[in-house]
């Protein structure tokens, strides 16, 4: 309980002390080792790192599950990855708060720091060409209409 407080705080500190990452829109994907993430020809991809104990991803997938059914068929790609250092955390995660989309594991969470990403949930947009169109640090439910905006607008849609 006690570890759980802390990241909580800790994530806290990190959404006020600003969000540098390693990788900006504009910018190709760096190779991540995560077949899961892969894109299909005309195919965009919405990658969400997660972890078990962030209280926001369990708002953010509902969410996700729905973005999937929604925008799937018209060429978007949902990845989880998850960076839970043992799978049982997301393995009880998901039995709580399944997942209609496609859910990748980094026990190392090699790929986060290739990304420097220091704040659960953090995603991006990645278009066709494998280039980031946004990042997005944290979740709140009354922001999801402007994000799914800003995906709708990035695919042309």
């Known amino acids: 309980m006690k570890f ?3 990241a909580t705080l800790l994530l806290g500190l990190t959404l006020q ?27 965009f991809v919405y ?28 060429g978007l790609k949902v990845v989880a990855v998850n960076v839970d250092a043992k799978r049982a ?3 009880k995660f998901l039995v709580h708060t399944p997942a209609q989309f496609t859910v990748a594991y980094d026990p190392q969470g090699l790929s986060a720091k290739t990304l420097a ?18 990042v ?14 800003k995906i709708l607008a990035l695919m042309g849609l």
Request: a neutral charge; charged letters at 20%.
């Open 17 to 43: 002390a600003g969000r540098a990452f390693a990788i900006e829109p504009g910018k190709s994907l760096p190779a991540l080792g995560l077949a899961e993430v892969q894109s299909a020809p005309g195919q």
């Open 136 to 149: 997005h640090s944290g979740f709140r439910t009354e922001e999801t209409g402007q994000l799914e905006a």
């Open 47 to 74: 990658i969400d790192y997660w972890a078990s104990w962030c209280g926001p991803c369990r708002q953010s997938f509902p969410w996700m599950n729905a973005l999937h059914a929604k925008l799937g068929p018209k």
């Open 117 to 134: 990403i220091k704040t659960m949930p953090t995603s991006m947009l990645v278009s066709p060409e494998g280039k980031v169109l946004f």
């Open 4 to 6: 759980k407080l802390i």
């Open 89 to 91: 955390d997301a393995d």
